[in-house]
Antibody, heavy 124, light 106 residues
Framework: QVQLVESGGGLVKPGGSLRLSCAAS????????MTWIRQAPGKGLEWVSN????????NYADSVKGRFTISRDNAKNLLYLQLNSLRAEDTAIYYC?????????????????WGQGTLVTVSS | IQLTQSPSSLSASVGDRVTITCRAS??????LAWYQQKPGKAPKLLIY???TLQSGVPSRFSGSGFGTDFTLTISSLQPEDFATYYC?????????FGQGTKVEIK
């Protein structure tokens, strides 16, 4: 079965860095676009970034552009999110998610499988 | 592209027909998805490309719309449907979400 397991969250000071990882299993990782989505405590969902299957295209939310970097290692079935210059407003649960592979939405599909999330807290 | 959901919350009873709307600030053709999220859990995909039901989702869920105005309908609310619902546009980047609609028990 499809499994996505995030790790790497924790408490970090403003201006600090973290690297989140997402271990994927149960599906051909190299065939899928992957996405990071976050949710601040008690708030709604915010799309953060995505990457295509070959790492040739990446996209970012304006709020994280220039500070966060998405990447993947297809040989290890791992997705990453490097978080730099962290701010208090980056405090959130970060979810790794797989984008649906369906001809009806082509390269613009929503996320059909999600991990359980990893909490990032930015505080002094 | 901004998405505005209405209402922000609603109270309903088991068996009720429930409709949630999502309005986009510009046209997104059919590239809209709906998710359900329960407390402490990751969101679950319900519907994509406006009206395509994700595998395993009960047929009491349906979606409609085009361009800027979309609806999610639950034809007969069940106890397990009490949750928060989000729309997401996938027409352009960044891929934005609506603010959510919380469906509570009356």
């Amino acid at each position: 079965q499809v499994q996505l397991v995030e790790s790497g969250g924790g408490l970090v000071k403003p201006g600090g860095s973290l690297r989140l990882s997402c271990a994927a299993s149960g599906f051909p990782f190299t065939d899928y676009y992957m996405t990071w989505i976050r949710q601040a405590p008690g708030k709604g969902l915010e799309w953060v970034s995505n990457i295509n299957s070959r790492s040739s295209y990446t996209n970012y939310a304006d709020s994280v552009k220039g500070r966060f970097t998405i990447s993947r290692d297809n040989a290890k079935n791992l997705l990453y999110l490097q978080l730099n210059s962290l701010r208090a407003e980056d405090t959130a649960i970060y979810y790794c998610a797989r984008e649906l592979n369906d001809y009806r939405c082509g390269p613009d599909c929503p996320s059909d499988y999600w991990g359980q999330g990893t909490l990032v807290t930015v505080s002094s | 592209i901004q998405l505005t959901q209405s209402p922000s919350s609603l109270s309903a009873s088991v068996g009720d027909r429930v409709t949630i709307t999502c309005r986009a600030s510009q046209g997104i053709t059919i590239y809209l998805a709906w998710y359900q999220q329960k407390p402490g859990k990751a969101p679950k995909l319900l519907i994509y490309t406006t009206s395509t039901l994700q595998s395993g989702v009960p047929s009491r869920f349906s979606g409609s719309g085009f361009g800027t105005d979309f609806t999610l309908t639950i034809s007969s609310l069940q106890p397990e449907d009490f949750a928060t619902y989000y729309c997401q546009q996938l027409k352009s980047y960044p891929r934005t979400f609506g603010q959510g609609t919380k469906v509570e028990i009356k």
